[in-house]
């Protein structure tokens, strides 16, 4: 497949509801990509969700009925949509829209006029961060789903504690203490962050890792030192390769600080309430109702409802009480992705599904 054959496989959806400046576009980029036109918020929201969702939208801000800055929210808070790059439409250059355009998880704009070389530059950058990252993506989780191999009990842990990550994080926008962190961008590198959390259990000796029984003194703490091991793998990797990326910073956050306590009592620094960063705190709550309610080796998996009861135990002890608070509120969610990600015999099958969507994206 040559260059302008890939590009024409990508599919661009403009959303606009002046029919002029839709077909302006459309005549710009039908020699580069399939353009397909909506006239309405409503209208794209129903497109994308069609099942063959666009590769990149060009979304106009101010619509009759449903603003873009409104569609862009609906989208970047869906796990199925969130990855699709927003290029905003604007009428002049309004610093001020443009601002809100970036809040509402845009990833660029444009201005009018539309010039030629512009609008294909900006939506081919785009795409192709947006290969980039969906690369990056499939190569974390294809680590990482390999280290769960040591231990065959953790199963769909990954893509479990994913879900349970982002739906309490969706639910702490609507809290005035975490709105301004929480924001879409950050809560899609929470996501992307998230499976490299225990990456440091590599370290661990198998006769520690996979002890059926109660560990001993000095075998629990060879095992805290997991915290560390993975700060310091994703720190030389930084330092081996000479920069950085937003969501390593994240991670590094949630492996080095995921097994702290509200109260102080956790490891490795014995930090105390907001002293714990958000990642870890959120990370906190969905790693232990995960191994509550997941059989071992040495224990039969918890009831749903004991999970809670016990983690709602906790609060203010071990865990962030706001964070429970929304947790009790959200719990059925937790729950159906409990359930949609449950162990199986073909959680391998699951897996290379998984990642042959991801490339699949991104031929």
Same mark, same amino acid.
């Given at each position: ?23 302006? =576009? ?143 994080? =969706? ?193």
């Amino acid at each position: 497949m040559n260059e302008q054959q890939h590009a024409r496989g990508r599919t661009i959806l403009i959303v606009d509801d002046t029919a002029s400046r839709r077909e302006t =576009l459309a005549a710009l980029l039908h020699h580069h990509y399939q353009v397909e036109q909506v006239g309405d918020g409503a209208m794209a929201l129903s497109k994308v969700a069609s099942g063959n969702p666009p590769d990149l939208i060009l979304l106009d801000t101010d619509m009759p009925g449903m603003s873009g800055f409104d569609v862009c929210r609906t989208l970047k808070s869906s796990l199925a949509t969130q990855g699709i790059p927003v290029i905003f439409l604007l009428a002049t250059v309004d610093p001020e829209h443009e601002a809100r355009c970036f809040e509402s998880g845009g990833a660029d704009c444009i201005a009018q006029p539309f010039y030629p070389a512009t609008v294909r530059a900006r939506v081919e950058t785009q795409l192709a961060l947006k290969a980039s990252m969906t690369a990056e993506a499939v190569t974390i989780f294809a680590l990482t789903s390999l280290a769960e191999t040591r231990d065959s009990d953790t199963g769909n842990h990954i893509l479990r504690t994913q879900n349970y990550v982002k739906t309490l994080a =969706l639910r702490l926008q609507q809290n005035p203490k975490f709105a301004r962190v929480l924001t879409n961008n950050y809560i899609a590198t929470l996501y992307k962050s998230v499976p490299l959390y225990d990456m440091g259990s590599i370290g661990i000796p198998d006769r520690i890792l996979l002890k059926p029984g109660s560990l001993t003194t000095t075998e629990f703490d060879l095992m805290k030192t997991h915290t560390t091991l993975g700060r310091d793998a994703i720190e030389n990797a930084e330092k081996t390769l000479g920069a950085g990326a937003a969501f390593l910073a994240t991670a590094k956050e949630m492996v080095y600080s995921h097994q702290e306590k509200w109260d102080g009592s956790g490891y490795p620094q014995g930090l105390t309430g907001e002293q714990i960063p958000v990642s870890a705190r959120l990370m906190a709550i969905a790693d232990v109702y995960d191994a509550l309610i997941s059989p071992r080796v040495y224990k039969e998996g918890l009831p749903h409802d004991k999970a809670v009861q016990i983690i709602f135990q906790s609060r203010a002890s071990h865990f962030d009480p706001d964070m429970v608070d929304a947790f009790i509120e959200i719990q059925d969610d937790f729950y159906a992705v409990a359930q949609r990600y449950a162990d199986t015999d073909v959680d391998l099958q699951k897996k290379i599904e998984y990642l042959a969507n991801a490339i699949a994206e991104n031929p």
